[in-house]
């Protein structure tokens, strides 16, 4: 044995224990013993409850098998002679529950020091203390705790804001209500502070006479319960674990063993009374454990906003650090992080040097860590992709040497647990990014299949991940919504969740219609408002400058501005139902153009060039005379739609002129008859399937499909091949298929809004609006 290796483990020891000794309560400074604020007298826990053997087997049957050097038998040989044993192992546990007393040999927890973060440099004070305790020991620690937050969730004694050691809780649902508060605040322009605490060895510093006393107050723990507590807590020693060195026991006169399962849960319940405090500053905050996050949000056009948002934040960290004085808890001053969220736009309006925490000026980060993820101040979650994909490739790059050495299965439980672990980790904060990011946690996931299955760089991907029955990233991100989805619905889901989600009942969906200019609709559009618990959607008229239209002192060719002007001026005449509706958007039009800087000229000439009143169709009609497009089948003799024209006219006093939708109809007309304007011809509403992947779109023409294929190059689906697939031109008639032969463009028009809702086509990029052209 060297020198190093005998002196370097002893260091330790007695660097772990100058510190446990320099942060105890004893050496915080002197204050008064806190207020508990006592819950109604009707909450009481008197004792636990024994167990039956079915229920401790079920116990160690399902919990970890790791075992302890003072246990006298390995947990493994446990399990296996468990028969025999079991009744011996439920007399111990249920005697020491009836007399509300801990035995002194569990009471001994063997330390193992464990890095604090990886890749952090291997000092002393980069270690956190681990126990490991006997493995009866922590069985009664879990009786006990199961109790004991059976208890809480029937009395509602949890705070809502803390997601550690609870059931349907974890980091990832912390994580996405506070992405969720903070992506709102964005979305009303606001930019807001968030705060990272830290602690420093807040479960080494917890004092039992305020732990017992919160035990009594807020839990209403009495009687032998609470006897079992005093035992479990006085006379606690341990050992510390380096290598094989283990160095002499001593005695622990403050805190809760940090790896037990009553440890965690006994310090949430030490530190409840932090929310109270919080609630009468900051609006919102929440906590994992002793990881406590702080955020406040203000507005930047606001002119004491910034300065009222810091001094809020800066008094509540005040009144925070003499809460924990109180409770003998220190916080760590100089490794609180801060840093400033918003949008790139209102972040330049703010200019916030720091924060004041204790003696120290905590500046603005460009990143921080926050249980596991890495936030950015725009939460575009760059950093934390990139530090994924970076760990990621770090573990494969090093075990890819031992691939020759390892079975199929081996390798892909070895890569489950060090990289796709990774991607999956908080994944649902990944939702809505862009696709160039989530391609690079694709690349790793590609990485991955490659070594498992042994394959080339340039063997093609998507048949190694089917054959690994791996979901690419962006469907894993959608399964993770979809599931938390599922739980919020059947009340798996923490309350904050749930709270987000605004549940409708089925039959709460109403449709209305507003007519404007005459009971005619020009122009339509569809809106969906929130009413209470009911949805509307309303059709409203919808004008013509939707698109973006450019300034004319854009640097854009002067062909491309005159263009626009015409197409807006022939969308207003075709989509008019009357003469007066399209002088109305004419009106509309030169307005607006002359706000862009358009010569009033030019826009009057083009606007005069392609009047209404000048078209051949149109130019023997009156302003009185109205169309009405009828789409009857093609075996309905035009008679029968004479006499009911005529029929119409009579009725609403106004002479009513047929424009047919039908061939034969136009042949069965006489000869010296005017023949009217063939409209919309072969209307087809469709449905295109890409064979390479799930995109689809749905869409009509005003052809024959199959004509038309060729046209598609140019279109959202021809984007869709060249962007996802290369330049392929992969188009045939197999994955254009035919849903519905209308007889006019309003109905083909209708069908395709009905058939976006029932498909939800992925590649549409308009699915809640109808352009129609009607004839009334």
């Not at 246990?71 to 020491?96: E, F, G, R, Y």
């Not at 605490?197 to 009687?223: E, N, R």
């Not at 304007?677 to 005003?702: A, E, M, P, W």
Request: aromatic fraction near 8%.
């Amino acid at each position: 044995m060297t020198w190093a290796s005998f002196l370097l483990p002893r260091l330790l020891i007695s660097h772990i224990r100058s510190k446990l000794d320099g942060i105890s309560p004893s050496h915080l400074p002197s204050t008064s013993e806190p207020d508990l604020v006592s819950e109604p007298s009707d909450i009481v826990l008197s004792d636990f409850q024994c167990q039956t053997v079915e229920a401790i087997r079920d116990m160690i049957t399902s919990g970890k098998k790791k075992s302890c050097i003072l246990d006298p038998i390995p947990v493994t040989l446990l399990s296996a002679c468990l028969d025999p044993l079991l009744p011996v192992i439920t007399n111990m546990v249920n005697l020491s529950l009836r007399t509300g007393y801990f035995a002194d040999a569990w009471k001994t927890a063997v330390v193992h020091p464990l890095l604090k973060k990886p890749g952090l440099d291997l000092l002393f004070k980069n270690f956190r203390p681990i126990s490991n305790l006997q493995f009866v020991s922590k069985l009664t620690e879990r009786v006990v705790a199961n109790q004991i937050q059976c208890h809480m969730i029937k009395n509602n004694l949890f705070p809502q804001l803390q997601s550690a050691y609870r059931s349907h809780h974890s980091t990832e649902t912390a994580l996405l209500k506070v992405k969720n508060d903070l992506l709102i605040n964005m979305n009303k322009g606001h930019v807001s502070l968030l705060v990272l605490l830290d602690l420093s060895a807040a479960f080494d510093t917890v004092d039992h006479k305020i732990l017992l006393k919160a035990l009594q107050t807020k839990l209403g723990v009495c009687g032998s319960a609470l006897s079992w507590f005093k035992s479990y807590l006085e006379g606690r020693s341990q050992r510390i674990c380096i290598k094989e060195t283990l160095s002499q026991s001593f005695d622990l006169k403050w805190g809760v063993p940090q790896g037990s399962c009553l440890g965690p849960l006994l310090f949430t319940i030490y530190s409840s009374d932090l929310f109270s405090l919080l609630e009468s500053h900051l609006p919102t905050a929440h906590a994992y454990a002793d990881d406590t996050q702080l955020y406040l949000s203000f507005s930047p056009s606001v002119g004491t906003g910034e300065l009222d948002a810091v001094t809020a934040i800066e008094n509540c960290i005040r009144d925070i650090r003499q809460w924990m004085c109180v409770r003998k808890l220190m916080l760590n001053d100089d490794k609180t992080e801060f840093m400033l969220v918003g949008t790139r736009k209102q972040l330049t309006k703010v200019s916030i040097d720091g924060v004041r925490v204790g003696d120290y000026n905590i500046s603005p980060s460009s990143s921080v860590c926050n249980l596991g993820t890495w936030f950015d101040p725009h939460l575009d979650m760059d950093v934390h992709i990139t530090k994924t994909c970076s760990s990621a490739f770090y573990y494969l790059y090093n075990i890819r040497h031992s691939r020759k050495y390892l079975s199929r299965s081996s390798t892909e439980t070895l890569a489950h647990a060090v990289i796709t672990s990774r991607l999956d980790y908080c994944n649902s904060l990944l939702y809505g990014l862009p696709k160039y990011q989530l391609s690079k946690l694709q690349r790793v996931m590609n990485a991955s299949a490659r070594f498992v299955c042994c394959a080339p760089k340039s063997c093609h991907i998507t048949p190694l991940l089917r054959e690994l029955h791996w979901l690419p990233v962006c469907y894993r991100i959608e399964y993770k919504i979809i599931l938390l989805t599922f739980k919020v619905l059947h009340g798996m889901a923490p309350d904050y969740l749930r709270h987000s989600i605004s549940l409708l009942p089925p039959s709460s969906i109403h449709f209305t219609m507003e007519l404007s200019n005459n009971d005619s609709i020009p122009f339509i559009g569809t809106s969906i408002t929130k009413n209470g618990n009911k949805l509307e959607t309303q059709v409203y008229r919808k004008p013509t400058n939707t698109g973006l239209l450019l300034h004319f002192q854009s640097h854009t060719d002067l062909r491309y501005k005159k263009c626009l002007i015409k197409t807006m001026v022939h969308r207003a005449k075709e989509l008019s139902s009357t003469h007066q509706a399209f002088v109305d958007e004419c009106r509309h039009l030169k307005s607006m153009f002359h706000r862009l800087g358009y010569p009033s000229s030019l826009v009057n000439f083009i606007i005069d060039k392609c009047d209404y009143s000048s078209t051949p169709d149109t130019k023997t009609k009156s302003v009185e005379t109205l169309r009405v497009s009828i789409p009857f089948k093609d075996q309905i003799s035009v008679n029968i739609a004479k006499r009911q024209m005529r029929d119409l006219s009579s009725k609403i006093g106004i002479d009513v002129q047929p424009v047919y939708t039908s061939k034969k109809l136009e042949q069965d007309l006489k000869l010296k008859e005017i023949k009217p304007r063939i409209l919309n011809q072969h209307s087809v509403v469709y449905c295109f399937k890409c064979d390479l992947c799930d995109s689809n779109y749905v869409g009509y023409t005003t052809r024959h499909l199959f004509q038309r294929i060729a046209d598609h190059r140019y279109s959202a689906i021809g984007r869709h091949l060249r962007d996802a697939h290369g330049n392929i031109d992969l188009l045939n008639e197999s994955q254009f298929r035919m849903l519905k032969k209308c007889g006019t463009k309003w109905d083909c028009l209708v069908y395709e809004m009905l058939y976006i809702r029932t498909i939800r086509p992925n590649l549409n990029t308009q699915s809640d609006s109808i352009r129609a052209k009607l004839f009334v």
